[in-house]
């Protein structure tokens, strides 16, 4: 039997011992104890406390040693979480530095195959993205909600009040998880637009 098994089997038959101490002492209703009898009777009480705040003394240092190593587990999922991330953009580094290479070399008439190769990056990265749960979106002709969407501009437009009618900067996310929101252009109300609008700065 474990060491706590044994505490607690001791502290249980020391409290049966203490009940059976006070019953034997009852004799009768208003029956008295004397000051040799009340120490009999409350010596083991206080043998049942001590033991009492030992287990609780063990079971709060059990449970700040767990609650240690459930923060050790969690940071170390989260380091492998960004160990797994940074590793899948390493080939799109990669194709990066050979493209500035390739463009510093370069004669003119070979700047657009660079070009075309820098936009090969590009997809690559927004592959990346996507495999991480983050598709890149482009929000025109949606409703306009915020938890997607930054209303960077509100124009005049023929199309439904809080539509958006434009993308400035595109989102990245999926359902309710959003990366960065779409930064967009929405309209104010179903006004065929004549070219003005209402702009507010952003960065």
Known sequence: MSEEADASEQGDEVFEDQSRRIEEHEVGAGAALG???IHEAVEPAEDTVEILEDRLRRALADLDNLR???LREVERERFTERMDAARQWLPVVDDLERALEHLAVAEE???RAIIEGIRVV???ALAVLAQLGFPRFDATGEAFDPTRHEAVSVVDSDA???TV???VRPGYG???I???????VVARAGVPSDGGAETQGWS
Do not use: I, Q, W
Not at 178 to 184: D, M, N, T
């Open 68 to 70: 240690k190593r459930y």
């Open 122 to 124: 590009r997809d690559r």
């Open 160 to 162: 439904p009040p809080g």
């Open 165 to 167: 009618v434009g993308t």
């Open 109 to 111: 008439n070979d700047r």
């Open 174 to 176: 999926a359902g309710e």
């Open 35 to 37: 000051p040799d009898e």
């Open 178 to 184: 959003v990366l960065r929101p779409a930064a967009v």
